[in-house]
């Protein structure tokens, strides 16, 4: 590979053609992923280029994911699908499969570059007109939710985990211009903001001492935005949440009371062998405190099941501490082994049934833990943002809470348009299967009569 990390198909067949005046971007993976897609979109509409909704497109950009074998074989699927269907277009690959297995992907039909990174990929879009990246993003397109990415790369080395070899520079953005993007998303009406990163807590540690901003200092500076909007920071570790960070969550209700701590296990000596920095016992206390300082908090994590050398005794283990925590939401993978990583290369791997059969244990006490959470909210008054009708009624919308919890309500006719992407307070009045059942109130939106379900 060059420097620049970018592969080219010299066929005639695939060359670059500046005429190419239609595109089409899919994304697989992380809210991180999904920004960055954002950002190739507005910056290919600033150059005159026009996104293809049914119409054949001349361009597919696919930005991929590399966290499991699953997500590479999606990759590969998509870019053969668009090779079948438009067999006229071509195809960039970006992306953290494009950077871990670039070339795989050259092979594939219709690739005509293979670009890992955004600045990778921007240096092939000129070759299309495309002059110069949006600077920032405006919308997010397909959301009601925006994200934003505040940072890059990850100096972690968890034994399971491969981003990190693709995602290696450690970069951080500049406060102020993540204000000025936050405040254009605001502008462009946008009412909940989700921080996002390859991993936040590490944001700022690229700069140096004196010239580095802390994830706190620039959350507390974003919460001074004016306007009717909402904070909510996504992945972050447990050891990472100190006393500043919940000081600013507790003095600023803008921020929604939702923290996702990854746990990964209740064992010892999993998470050791995870090389992972915290301990079980170091984890609760945090969960302790964050309980202690915010308002029922919601807390939500990602647990691996299926670790090699993880016995019957340490997954015993991870489904104690999941319910001493009570955590609302657990996103449950089985391990993946990923080619490059020393937990790939353990002896002691799980067999695949025995994976099977953990996570679905785990996934119940997931679905009862989440119950159980919801039914605590139940009488309660809360903040939805509206995304989205149900598919069953056209006049009850989905959305989330502040404490990241699916609400559902019925609303007045003729107004479900004017809700959906809006900040509403509903009273949570029932617990059903996966979501709260709620009842709009009155002071939502003026003049706004109050519905009985």
Avoid at 183 to 194: P, R, T
Avoid at 319 to 345: N, Y
Avoid at 411 to 439: F, K, S, T
């Amino acid at each position: 590979m060059s420097q620049t990390a970018i592969a080219f198909d010299n066929s005639d067949s695939c060359t670059l053609h500046p005429s190419v005046r239609t595109f089409r971007i899919v994304t697989l993976g992380c809210k991180a992923n999904q920004y960055d897609s954002e950002r190739i979109r507005e910056s290919l509409l600033g150059s005159g280029l026009v996104e293809a909704a049914d119409a054949p497109p001349d361009l597919v950009i696919v930005n991929t994911c590399t966290v499991t074998h699953q997500a590479d074989a999606e990759g590969r699927q998509l870019v053969r699908r668009f090779a079948r269907r438009y067999p006229g277009c071509q195809i960039i690959v970006t992306g953290c499969y494009a950077a871990r297995d670039p070339e795989t992907l050259r092979g594939l039909p219709n690739v005509v570059a293979v670009a890992p990174h955004t600045e990778d990929l921007f240096r092939v879009l000129v070759r299309y007109g495309v002059r110069q990246p949006a600077a920032r993003i405006t919308r997010f397109s397909g959301h009601q939710r925006a994200f934003v990415r505040i940072q890059d790369g990850c100096l972690l080395r968890c034994t399971f985990c491969i981003i990190p070899r693709v995602r290696p520079a450690l970069r951080s953005r500049p406060p102020e211009e993540i204000e000025d993007e936050v405040k254009a998303l605001i502008d462009s009406g946008y009412q909940e903001i989700v921080l996002t990163g390859i991993h936040l807590g590490h944001y700022g540690l690229d700069w140096p001492y004196r010239e580095r901003v802390r994830l706190w200092q620039l959350i507390e500076r974003l919460c001074r935005i004016p306007g009717r909007w909402r904070l909510r920071v996504s992945s972050l570790e447990a050891v990472e949440v100190g006393e500043d960070l919940l000081r600013v969550f507790r003095d600023n209700e803008r921020i929604c009371p939702h923290l996702h701590l990854c746990l990964q296990s209740g064992s010892d000596r999993i998470l050791a062998r995870m090389n992972r920095r915290y301990r079980v016992s170091s984890f609760l206390r945090r969960v302790e405190r964050v309980r202690a300082l915010l308002d029922r908090p919601a807390l939500t994590t990602d647990v691996i099941v299926g670790f090699p050398g993880e016995t019957e005794e340490d997954f015993e283990a991870t489904m104690r501490v999941c319910e001493q925590v009570g955590f609302s939401r657990i996103h449950v993978f089985p391990f993946s082994p990923r080619r490059g990583t020393p937990a790939a290369e353990m002896d002691d791997q799980i067999p695949p049934s025995v994976i099977r059969q953990r996570r679905a244990a785990l996934g119940e006490l997931a679905h009862e833990l989440g119950r159980r959470f919801r039914s605590s909210l139940v009488g309660a008054t809360h903040e939805v943002l509206f995304e989205r009708r149900t598919a069953e009624d056209a006049r009850v919308l989905r959305g989330t809470s502040e404490r990241y919890v699916e609400v559902r309500a019925r609303v007045p006719e003729g107004l479900a348009d004017q809700l959906i992407g809006r900040l509403a307070q509903v009273r949570a009045i029932r617990n059903e299967e996966e979501w709260l059942l709620g009842q709009l109130s009155g002071s939502s939106l003026p003049r706004l009569e109050l519905v009985n379900l």
